[in-house]
């Protein structure tokens, strides 16, 4: 229970302290009404604020890329370095903190004609002692290595559909108030007189590779929705400070009323994304899926007992309430194929219920001693209950245990 009520506290802590950051970056840059804005991240993508929602790293992560915003526009580089040495120690996603570097270092370039080198030393040198003073080095480089190329390259491997993209009209669907945001900001700067300022290039060029990011794959809408909004406010501060000038002085106190009106257009997009994310978290696996299966192994079984298992994604539940034991495959079936491509092929093949009489296979090349798998594997499931070396031991709504015999 404290590793669950643990879990819930940090899935509000961290995305409050995430849009509070947002907002502290709008205020410093002079965005007027910077706490509306906020509260638009509220508004633009049900999928974001689903992504923010859950306990994990996420929202740590765009948390420390805001703090790097800030403190590359403040010119604060060498804070960049703790960040990097942070970053690293938060999430494999680390090197998402030298994409911004980097585009701040291509922004001063274009617009000033100057070299701005702390902007990626700093954060570069912070990473590096991340990765070296880690209680877990050397490992942590080949875990790295191990998990991202891949992913980079070709990996024939399906590693679930957060790496896969949305289709465009599911795109439109759960980020299309962050889209218009985006096309709102490139129309407002071509209203510009002047040229671009260097906070709209800035987080142009943000929102343009993280929307790259997004549309090659799903698990990046944490990045593009609350970017594009930033971009959209920067890109619309200039106009609206011009208009504001030109206010006749009789008519300044009307403006008080315009913050409000802001939040009156975010009604309809408000309760559109809050209500289809509740709506998506409502729908996830419950995380008490497989207690009583994995409670019933852990009854069984001796600690370092091999696991079979059919699937991959289910290791987070089994591991949750049995860490004792051995599962073949953990959080990525990347690893698997990496230490031993022979072996995965084959148990690519059993799962899928292409080996008759799989009991064999499990016992003498995985030397598992359980087999556990959900019901949707109807394939294998057939295969398992044609088996002679496999045992029904266990059913209920959600799993089946199978033993293996000797």
Known sequence: MALTQSAKIASIFLPAFTFLAIWWLLRAQHVRWAAVWAIGLFAVSEAFLYRMSMPRAQALSLLLLILAVHWLLQKRYWLLLPLGFVFVWAYNAFPLLLVVSGAYFLTILLLERRIVWQAILFPLLGMLLGLLINPYFPENISFITSHLMPKIGESATKVGNEWSPYKTETLIENSGFALVAFILGVLALGWHKERIDKNSLFTLVLTLLFGYMLFKSRRFVEYFPPFALIFFAFTLRPLLENWLQKVPAKQIKYLSFLPVLMLGLLI????????????????????????????????????????????????????????????????????????????FDEWVDITKGRVENPGTEIRDQFNAEYVFSDLNHESFLEMAQKDPSLTEVYRDEDAIIFSVLD
């Open 268 to 343: 309809y997009p408000l309760f559109i994304s809050i209500k289809d994310a509740r709506d998506l978290v409502d729908n996830s696996k419950p995380a008490t899926r497989y207690a009583d299966a994995s409670l019933w192994l852990r009854a069984q079984t001796e600690p370092g007992t091999m696991i079979f298992q059919t699937d991959w994604d289910d290791f987070t539940r089994l591991y949750f309430y049995n860490s004792d034991v051995i599962y073949t495959a953990g959080l990525d079936p990347t690893f698997l194929e990496l230490e031993n491509p022979e072996l």
